[in-house]
């Protein structure tokens, strides 16, 4: 069960990542208009979203995100030793996934970002985008409702209310660092993106464990 969960992550950072990067570069060599291409990278991520949660769920939780590992291992709802795995999964997936966008459209493998994101509307755009992700994730679970469908949503939406596109997850941010096409960040730019999500990811938690609170 470990090894397929394991799997499940790698592979499905790996083509959420593939996704949000290789939509940006085919919608790059398609217009030049930024809100054209922006669109377009926002409709393929949400619906990659919605598939790779309703073909993974079931293995491995679909988590593909360190910051919800983060917050389930926080609710105890998965071991220490399990989510520190599922995160270097996720990491390493994400950066293949950069890799297979670029190898399809014919683009050197090995790139580094020259994209700037950074400032504090961008920190605070990406603690604002984590905490409604897992605002929406734990709200779907104890609406039983539909988590694929309520995430891709969520992600789809927050791409445009967000000033950072909303990243939302410290693998993709990683694996982005990789590619200096339309989805790129700076490598320097990281490590605000990374506190931002765990800080908005980790307030999440908290409210909603008091918000969802079975009585």
Known sequence: ??????????????????????????????????????????????????????????????????????????????????????VAAQALGGVIGTLAAHAMFDLALLQTSTHIRTGAPQYLAEIIATFGLILAILGAINAKANVATTVACYITAAYWFTASTSFANPAVALARAFTDTFAGIRPADLGGFWAAEVVGAVLAAALGGWLFKKT
Do not use: C, K
């Open 1 to 86: 069960m470990t090894a397929r969960a394991l799997t499940a992550e790698a592979l499905g950072t790996a083509l959420l990542v593939t996704a949000v990067v290789g939509s940006g570069i085919m919608a790059q060599s398609l217009t030049t208009d930024t809100a054209l291409a922006l669109l377009a990278n926002t409709i393929a991520t949400g619906a990659a979203l919605f598939m790779l949660i309703t073909t993974f769920g079931a293995v491995s939780g679909a988590q593909f995100n360190p910051a919800v590992t983060l917050v389930f291992a926080l609710r105890g709802e998965i071991a220490p030793n399990l989510a520190l795995a599922y």
